[in-house]
């Protein structure tokens, strides 16, 4: 693929600070707990009503005690553009919503959120990725989210949070782990690309359809990571079980090498799918497709396909 989404996503990364914590890409609810209270590390819990997973007022009842709050849909996490939902705001944009959360470079940031579904374990891996995209690498989610750290028995704190003071955080777009509709359409063009479609199969199939996509159906030639495979309830908490992701990449067959993009409806799956396959299933050359198929159904000419009716035009099925 043109640009540099051959360069592997580790190549461009900033050195972080010496007393970085420098943390897995996933962590538990332990590891969290053991390093409440350090320098530079900050909580960030991102729930929202996706999956029921909470608000702010769900928040201020109850938090893992230091945390702070940016409601995934609410905040600007992502943004409408050009009658595209769900896509990346400008770089400028994310360096004020994240300064003002009182984030700097320096910070260690833990993504928590509801811990209450798949969907919802989405907020997480897509606040995670929007860090990796602004060329910050201290930053993990907590498996479990919210849910799983109450259900485990650790400290949860309530009440009103202040609001922390504003950060300067700087970001360096790292446009390897942003894939354009222009380029998955080069990609797909010269079959050098593996395009993963992250959706539940019946979207994969063309059997059901989101309202942010103009006709139903897949990129073609696309292979199918359904988002929530590797989600497993326990004890009313999702966590991601990583043997079972990696099992079912393998059975994929998936290069690890080659260049790799995750889509879904409008980025928010696919961020799930470029989490699993990027920071669990250790694909060296994976980058999301923010603006999916919400972006790729604009054009009547592109492509799509349904197992039932083959490949078609976009055109086609609009009629």
């Known amino acids: 693929m043109k640009r540099t989404l051959l360069l592997a996503a580790g190549t461009l990364a900033l050195a972080g600070p010496a007393h970085a914590l420098h943390p897995a890409p996933l962590v538990d609810a332990a590891w969290l707990d053991s390093k409440l209270g350090s320098d530079d590390l900050v909580v960030l819990d991102v729930r ?36 595209v939902a769900g896509l990346m705001p400008a770089v400028d944009d994310l360096e004020a919503l994240i300064g003002g959360l009182g984030i700097d470079n320096d910070d260690t940031v833990v993504v928590v959120s509801g811990g209450t579904g798949p969907t919802d374990f989405g907020s997480a891996a897509r606040v995670y990725w929007t860090f990796k995209a602004l060329g910050h690498d201290e930053v993990t989610i907590l498996n479990g989210g919210f849910a799983g750290w109450e259900q485990q028995g650790f400290e949860v704190a309530s009440g009103t949070a202040s609001d922390p003071a504003t950060a300067d955080f700087s970001a360096t777009l790292q446009e390897q782990l942003l894939a354009t509709t222009e380029e998955v359409e080069a990609a797909r063009e010269a079959d050098e690309t593996t395009l993963v479609d992250a959706r539940p199969p019946a979207f994969y199939r063309g059997e059901t359809q989101s309202p942010a996509a103009r006709v139903p159906g897949t990129i073609p030639g696309s292979v199918n990571l359904p988002h929530d495979g590797s989600l497993e309830a326990r004890d009313g908490a999702y966590y991601l079980q990583p043997d079972s992701l ?50 790729w159904t604009r054009d009547d000419d592109r492509p799509v396909h349904l197992a039932e009716r083959g490949t078609v035009s976009v055109g086609e099925l609009a009629e």
């Open 246 to 295: 990696k099992a079912r990449i393998d059975e994929l067959g998936l290069d690890q090498e080659a260049p790799t993009v995750a889509f879904c409806n409008t980025g928010h799956w696919a961020a799930s799918g470029w989490f699993q396959l990027s920071e669990i299933g250790g694909l060296k050359n994976t980058t999301m497709y923010d603006g999916s198929m919400a972006a």
């Open 48 to 83: 929202s009503a996706i999956d029921d997973g909470g608000d702010r007022a769900s928040f201020e009842a109850a938090r893992i005690p230091g945390s702070r709050y940016s409601s995934y849909t609410d905040a600007g996490w992502r943004e409408d553009r050009d009658g």
